[in-house]
């Protein structure tokens, strides 16, 4: 808005203000004329005058109460709106809230139930960061030498193996997942107890190397621990066989393997203390 159009309005406000000011002096003086002379021509003539100015007048201050009215009306329905959408913006928060602890406690049933049906001793701990390189697929957790965590002890929930522990402090360890490049676990096929060793690909998969051609593997075979690397239990959950390349030459096979554990959504993990 220009300065031409502020002092545009300005005038018009002005020039408003001051009729309403003369209108009000002349209904003044009219009345007061009429007062003088309460009967005759003069007093006609003062009421045919100041008729249209007292309607006028009155309409004014009738649009006035009106709109004023309206306003207060229209500050008070903003009020409680602005009440009732801090009441529903709580509401939503404690819904979140509830449903959180809801997850969290069912998350906490599973790794209880997997507690008691294993022959080991477990320490629960939580994820409490991640590695941000990308270079390295690990995780941090809030559990440390203190709480009987040493480097090498295996990390799993109960979908299957996360990983294990590659150095620790007092109260916090870093877990190498089996999706690192670095990790490596003697395996077995359930089904035909075909053996090989499961290495991270970087990503969310792994290889199961070392896989002869004779062995019998097929895609949805579910790979477990062999236990025999002396640091996974045996029996432990790994992933299923998603694919499957004999190759030309050599005497394995080339098997790809998706873990059973989503790492993008790890919460709390046990760690199996030897």
């Not at 309403?20 to 009345?31: D, G, K, R, Y």
């Not at 004779?214 to 640091?231: E, M, N, P, Q, Y």
């Amino acid at each position: 808005m220009g300065p031409f159009s502020v002092n545009l309005m300005f005038s018009k406000k002005l020039v408003t203000i001051v009729c309403l000011i003369l209108l009000a002096l002349i209904n003044t003086i009219l009345l007061s004329i009429s007062a003088k002379h309460c009967h005759g021509t003069a007093d006609r003539v003062v009421i045919a005058g100041i008729g249209p100015l007292q309607e006028a007048v009155m309409r004014t201050i009738r649009f006035c109460e009106h709109t004023w009215s309206h306003y207060f009306y229209l500050v008070s329905l903003k009020q409680k709106y602005d009440h009732l959408e801090r009441k529903f913006a709580l509401a939503r928060f404690e819904q979140s809230q509830y449903l959180e602890s809801e997850l969290t406690c069912e998350r906490l049933r599973k790794l209880l139930k997997m507690k008691s049906s294993f022959p080991h001793l477990f320490v629960a701990a939580q994820v409490i960061g991640v590695d941000p390189s990308g270079w390295f697929k690990t995780i941090i957790i809030n559990r440390g030498t203190d709480d009987g965590v040493c480097k090498g002890m295996p990390v799993i929930v109960p979908e299957g193996i996360v990983g294990q522990i590659v150095t620790s402090s007092s109260h916090y360890s870093k877990v190498m997942l089996i999706i690192d490049r670095s990790s490596a676990i003697d395996a077995r096929v359930q089904r035909t107890r075909a053996r090989g060793i499961v290495e991270g690909e970087g990503e969310q998969c792994c290889r199961f190397k070392y896989v002869l051609k004779k062995a019998c593997v097929s895609v949805g075979d579910t790979v477990i621990s062999s236990g025999l690397d002396r640091i996974f239990p045996k029996g432990l959950m790994i992933g299923r066989v998603e694919g499957i390349s004999s190759g030309q030459s050599g005497i394995f096979q080339e098997v790809k393997i998706r873990p059973f554990v989503d790492f993008e959504t790890l919460e709390e993990v046990m760690v199996i203390i030897r």
